[in-house]
């Protein structure tokens, strides 16, 4: 079945970095969209950013100029580098897979991302 594993989480100073990998099983996601979300303590889950099977890329406005996505198609994995880590980046961080124009198909477990002041 397909399966969706982040790791790379944990605790980090602010200022600091972070960097975030989702490797899937299952099924080959070269040719679609992934995404990375968040979700803090108290708030709904919200978008960080995307990349598309030619590599556009996306971000909140909240994380631009901070995070990057990239995807390594040969491994069925995608990554997110979050640097100048703030303390409201604090979240539950979790990647996505979608294989059409809509909502996101396939979802990761989740970890835990915690950046002190």
């Known amino acids: 079945q397909v399966q969706l594993v982040e790791s790379g989480g944990g605790l980090v100073q602010a200022g600091g970095s972070l960097r975030l990998s989702c490797a899937a099983s299952?099924?080959?996601?070269?040719?679609?969209?992934w995404g990375w979300f968040r979700q803090a303590p108290g708030k709904e889950r919200e978008f960080v950013a995307s990349?598309?099977?030619?590599?556009?890329?996306l971000y909140a406005d909240s994380v631009k100029g901070r995070f990057t996505i990239s995807r390594d198609n040969a491994k069925n994995t995608v990554y997110l580098q979050m640097n100048s880590l703030k303390p409201e980046d604090t979240a539950v961080y979790c990647c996505?897979?979608?294989?059409?124009?809509?909502?996101?198909?396939?979802w990761g477990q989740g970890i835990q991302v915690t950046v002190s002041s």
């Open positions: 996505a897979v979608r294989l059409s124009a809509g909502e996101y198909n396939y």
């Open positions: 990349i598309s099977r030619i590599s556009n890329t």
């Open positions: 299952g099924r080959t996601f070269s040719s679609y969209t």
